[in-house]
């Protein structure tokens, strides 16, 4: 996306360069096709700017929502975690002896382990979710931004040449 951005800044440094060195030789003509040539390329970044303002207001409420998803499962991480681990205790001191403690705590093993798999899984499924809705954003700033601009490419080739036979025709009769 960011390529795309720096090539369009090259391509409108190169065309700045072409007009200046045609302003040389074609003075007044080329002041008017390169002062509207100017103008309508200024225009046309009213709405790309528009375009990633906006996006990255979406950006940021993806993440501001990712990010409060995150904090909420980790406080439920914690709060399990102690409570295991106070159960865990609680159960070592009801123990009889050494072989009743040792089947206790196998025995909450596997519930410990179903557990972290179960918040890995809800950890996993929020970055999902935040990485298709970054994708969505992405993908709608693109098609505003870049697919639009490659469809206003013919429409602002053909009115250059119409300022061009403009700007040679009042040429013509100014001489």
């Known amino acids: 996306m960011f ?102 705590q196998a025995e909450m093993t596997g519930a410990t382990r179903e557990r972290l798999v179960d918040e890995a899984t809800r950890a996993a499924a929020i970055l999902k979710v935040a990485g298709r809705d970054v994708r969505k954003v992405g993908t709608q700033l693109y098609g505003k931004v870049f697919e639009a601009a490659e469809e206003e490419l013919p429409k602002a080739k053909t009115r250059a040449r119409t300022v061009r036979r403009t700007v040679r025709k009042t040429t013509a009769r100014v001489h």
């Open 3 to 104: 390529g795309q951005i720096r090539e369009f800044v090259s391509e409108q440094r190169q065309a700045l360069v072409d007009g200046m060195l045609k302003f040389r030789e074609e003075s007044v003509g080329s002041m008017r096709e390169l002062a509207l040539t100017s103008a309508d390329g200024i225009k046309s970044l009213k709405e790309p700017v528009r375009a990633f303002a906006h996006s990255g207001v979406r950006l940021a409420t993806v993440s501001q929502h990712a990010l409060q998803k995150m904090i909420e499962l980790e406080s439920e991480v914690v709060t399990s975690a102690l409570t295991d681990a106070a159960l865990r205790l609680e159960r070592a001191l009801d123990a009889d002896g050494v072989i009743d403690l040792v089947l206790d």
